[in-house]
Nanobody, 122 residues
Framework: VQLQAFGGGLVQAGGSLRLSCAAS????????MGWFRQAPGKEREFVAAIWSGSITFYVDSVQGRFTISRDNARNILYLQMNRLKYEDTAVYYC?????????????????WGQGTQVTVSS
């Protein structure tokens, strides 16, 4: 699976952004898809994952603000980010894996996109 993330940018705190991740090579409907982020000087952090179209899981810090979804027909993964905070600033990566386990562990994901920068100004 080849993944390409896009849609990042600069936004004021309280604003919204939608990230997209275009997949090729294999249908994303067969994979667990996830979003991670990495801020400067910090480890890569799990954000959200989705499986089978409707089963989702989020890190507590984004629960209720972010929504992960996917369009299987277009083979695109999304991350709708609302009520953004300064601490959401990071490079965001999309990723794919086969099994719905170890969702928080970056090493368990086999495929990665190149990352897109999200900057939230306070």
């Amino acid at each position: 699976v080849q993944l390409q993330a896009f849609g990042g940018g600069l936004v004021q705190a309280g604003g919204s952004l939608r990230l997209s991740c275009a997949a090729s090579g294999r249908a994303i409907s067969t994979n667990v898809m996830g979003w991670f982020r990495q801020a400067p000087g910090k480890e890569r952090e799990f954000v959200a994952a989705i499986w089978s179209g409707s089963i989702t899981f989020y890190v507590d810090s984004v629960q209720g603000r972010f929504t992960i979804s996917r369009d299987n027909a277009r083979n695109i993964l999304y991350l709708q980010m609302n009520r953004l905070k300064y601490e959401d600033t990071a490079v965001y990566y999309c990723a794919a894996k086969d099994k719905w386990d170890r969702l928080r562990e970056a090493v368990s994901y086999s495929y990665w996109g190149q990352g897109t920068q999200v900057t939230v100004s306070s």
